[in-house]
């Protein structure tokens, strides 16, 4: 069974701090995988990665793979309240167009 | 671009009765994944459509149920409701890219209690 796991569960950081989110992954046919911030409702998509050692990059989020030790990292630097949120990894195969999803964690910025 | 639309935003039902939610897809995109999000489990996979084909089912029992039409719009059924319906039901709308890989836009999902 595909499996998805996030670490940590929870954070609480101060602006202006860095934090990174991890996100290993056991799953058959590896695809791509992705992340995105949950808000409120609807997840938004940040990155895909396919391929291995290529950081993506957008402003202060960045992101990795590994895929030799099946993990990706998420980096946000100076982090500002409005980064507040459930970020999810999720990973899709070459099985169909499903995506399995971590449990998320959430990132809580304060002032 | 108008984005993933999901309708209606919130549903009470009461246990036993059945609700139909539907989707919109981004313009241009064919598949249409539904996903069920509570706070116990998390995203999970319901099923996906393209062409108006299942193509992929998760592990839900036979009262979740749904369908694609000609124009990509979607629909899903969960009949003889139980209280642990209640969840936020996502769906997702997916562009093949080259090579294949698909990115999956989120609507703003169904908030779904059963009382």
């Known amino acids: 069974e595909d499996k998805v796991v996030q670490s940590p569960l929870s954070l609480v950081v101060h602006e202006g701090d860095t934090v990174t989110l991890n996100c290993s992954y056991e799953v058959t046919n590896f695809r791509s995988l992705l992340w995105y911030k949950q808000e409120k409702k609807a997840p938004t998509f940040l990155f895909m990665l396919t391929s291995s050692g290529i950081e993506k990059k957008s402003g202060r989020l960045s992101s990795i793979l590994d895929k030799k030790e099946l993990f990706s990292i998420l980096n946000i630097t100076a982090t500002q309240t409005g980064d507040s949120a459930v970020y999810l990894c999720?990973?899709?195969?070459?099985?169909?167009?499903?995506?399995?999803f971590g449990g998320g964690t959430r990132l809580m910025v304060k002032p | 671009k108008a984005g993933v639309t999901q309708t209606p935003r919130y549903l009470i039902k009461t246990r036993g009765q059945q609700v139909t939610l539907s989707c919109s897809p981004i313009?241009?995109?064919?598949?249409v994944s539904w996903y069920q999000q509570t706070p116990g489990q998390g995203l999970q996979f319901l099923f996906e459509y393209f062409s108006e084909t299942q193509r992929n089912k998760g592990n839900f029992p036979g009262r979740f149920s749904g369908r694609q039409f000609s124009n990509s719009r979607s629909e899903m059924n969960v009949s003889t409701l139980e209280l642990g319906d209640s969840a936020l039901y996502l769906c997702?709308?997916?562009?093949?890219?080259?090579?294949?890989?698909?990115?999956?836009?989120f609507g703003q999902g169904t908030r779904l209690t059963v009382v």
């Open positions: 313009s241009g995109h064919r598949s």
């Open positions: 997702a709308s997916s562009l093949v890219l080259a090579g294949g890989v698909r990115q999956a836009f």
């Open positions: 999720a990973v899709s195969t070459n099985a169909g167009n499903m995506l399995t």
